[in-house]
């Protein structure tokens, strides 16, 4: 990484760069673009063995700090024991997972990626709400004292996903892998004493899957082949319009490992997705994405309800399930006020949401007022980062 002197006022014009970092992937690119240019997995590899011979796919570990990250790991996932650097949405605080992300982020700047200078360009940085101040600050240290960037910003990943649907008011529910936050937002502000957070995403899907499968008698041992499930999850799982009454179970599925080995899934297939709206059966506390809508909408100010049920937008690589927005809409109406109108919409690249409208908003001509410069940074302290953001 550059450490490069202050850089000059005029760097502040330069195309920003937009990071969205996710418990499952991070994804990058410039301000402007309609998709990330980047999209890398948020894990890196230790490698398991010690080495006794010089060379090989794996040699250039020590200029890595043995670390590795990107497609190298996903190469050779088996010779590595995994981490996983963040969870629920933020950065675990170890300095094992700090130090992971500085290399994920390294590896997304790098020539292979977006071959940028980070000194060069201002970051716009996603966040889950309701994020620890401390996550934030310590994001902010590396990226401007580590890495030198001339400026950042940071804004929360569901209002920016509903930027990215073209509207002002609505309210987002954005199901990632680690993490789901509603954020009801009206005239571009958002509401947050509406927002409501909850732990449950994908990843409890896959684990979920994963225990279902060890009582069929397949057993995912490591990180690695854990991982073979996120993806089995993703080709083969739907979400049930009534699991109670899926008659004589769905039609089978055959999912290949990459051994060959043959998966055959039956009532797995939705029985893992229903942890979404019900956490309680894998013993989770948490709320399950119905009523985690349903109690910011009734959080928020009486007048503005009506409004905000009819423009729900869902974001997450979670709501790509097939069956999703069905089931989510059938159990709101269950649930909602007598008369209520409910909309729900899908965007097709809702995956990307949060990206995008961090891409929508990046490139504004008005935004260049927002960024926290690094001079403003050295000058007020990490306080600024809290006044100037979304």
Known sequence: MSSAEDAPSNVLLNQPIVIDNGTSSIKAGFAGGS???????????????????PGGALE??????????????????????????????????????????????????????????????PVLITEAP??????????????FETFRAPAVFFAPQAVLSLYASGRTTGVAIDVGEGVTHVVPVYEGFALPHSIVRSDIG????????QLLLRRSGLTFRTSAEADMVKTMKE??????????????????????LPDGQVVTLGSERYRAPEV????????SEEIGVTEALLNSVMKSDLDFRSTLFEQVVLAGGSTLLPGFGDRFLHDIRQRAPAHTRIRIFSPP??????????????????????????????????????RKAL
């Open 35 to 53: 998709k990330p240019k980047v999209v890398v997995g948020t894990k890196v590899g230790r490698v398991k063995h010690q080495r006794i011979m």
């Open 60 to 121: 250039e570990d020590e200029a890595t700090g043995g670390l590795f990250v990107g497609k190298k790991l996903d190469e050779h996932r088996g010779a590595f024991y995994l981490d996983h650097p963040m969870e629920n949405g933020c950065v675990v605080d170890t300095p094992e997972c700090w130090m992971g992300m500085e290399r994920l982020w390294e590896h997304v700047y790098g020539k292979d990626n977006l071959n940028a200078k980070v000194d060069e360009h």
């Open 130 to 143: 309701l994020n620890p101040r401390r996550n934030r600050e310590h994001i902010a240290e590396i990226f």
């Open 202 to 209: 994908g990843r409890d899907v896959s684990n979920h899957l």
């Open 235 to 256: 080709e083969v799982c739907y979400v049930s319009s009534d699991p109670n009454q899926e008659e004589g179970g769905p039609t089978p599925a055959q999912y290949q």
């Open 276 to 283: 979404l709206f019900s956490p309680n059966m894998i013993g």
């Open 349 to 386: 690249e809702r995956i990307n949401s949060a990206w995008i409208g961090g891409s929508i908003l990046a490139s504004l001509a008005t935004f260049k007022n927002m960024w926290v410069s690094r001079a403003d940074y050295e000058e007020n302290g990490a306080s600024l980062l809290h």
